[in-house]
């Protein structure tokens, strides 16, 4: 069975770009969350999307966003990207809703913003 | 978002000795998760904890979920270089999924 898959793995933006992060789930896993892992403040809960909806949220600004298509796969998109975005993007999938005890993580993202 | 306290957060162990680290919080969790990352990778579940008190293993790892509810604690025995990595805690309650930092752990042959 193959695992989570995130592209690209590597990404480097300037300043006031927008980025599109893509995140393939586990084949038969519904949910997806997205998380930012920076050396500052460690691994922090973005938001999580089952059945084409958003899930839950955590508190992160608005120019983040994401969404997921019917097949499960999702995508993260960060508008007007500031220096302190950078990081490692890593999305998560599991087969219900909240179900964060059972999530497998992808390889992650390394965003570089310049 | 809220962060988990771990301690310490790096350490340096010889091959064979046994390790520990401990997570706080200032908050009550439903569940205790423990992670291990490894470089260029994301972090793999190790052990999950649902009950105040419980202690589980996995291999030669411990974890136990702290009776207020507020801390949770790792061990690895005998440790081997394989070990080394980043070992996350996370606490999930409320709807709410929180962090620690991580220990780095170093395995010295």
């Known amino acids: 069975k193959a695992g989570v898959t995130q592209t690209p793995r590597y990404l480097i933006k300037t300043r006031g770009q927008q980025v599109t992060l893509s995140c393939s789930p586990i084949?038969?896993?519904?949910?997806v969350s997205w998380y930012q892992q920076t050396p500052g403040q460690g691994l922090q809960f973005l938001f999580e999307?089952?059945?084409?909806?958003?899930?839950n949220k955590g508190n992160f600004p608005g120019r983040f966003s994401g969404r997921q298509f019917s097949n499960s796969r999702s995508e993260m998109n960060v508008s007007t990207l500031e220096l302190g975005d950078s990081a490692l993007y890593l999305c998560?999938?599991?087969?219900?809703?909240?179900?964060?005890?059972?999530?497998?993580f992808g390889p992650g993202t390394r965003l570089t913003v310049l | 978002g809220q962060q988990l306290n771990q301690s310490p957060q790096s350490m340096f162990i010889q091959e064979g000795e046994d390790v520990s680290m401990n997570c706080t919080s200032s908050?009550?969790?439903?569940?205790w998760l423990w992670y291990k990352q490894d470089p260029g990778e994301g972090p793999v579940l190790l052990i999950a904890?649902?009950?105040?008190?419980e202690l589980t293993s996995n291999g030669r790892l411990t974890a136990q979920f702290g009776i207020t509810r507020k801390d949770s604690f790792l061990n690895i025995s005998a440790s081997i270089p394989s070990d080394v990595g980043i070992y996350f805690c996370a606490g999930y309650g409320n709807n709410r999924l929180a962090f620690g930092k991580g220990n780095q752990v170093v395995v010295i042959p």
């Open positions: 908050s009550i969790f439903n569940t």
């Open positions: 998560a999938s599991s087969l219900a809703s909240g179900s964060f005890d059972t999530q497998y």
């Open positions: 084949s038969g896993h519904r949910s």
């Open positions: 904890l649902y009950k105040a008190g």
């Open positions: 999307y089952f059945s084409e909806t958003q899930r």
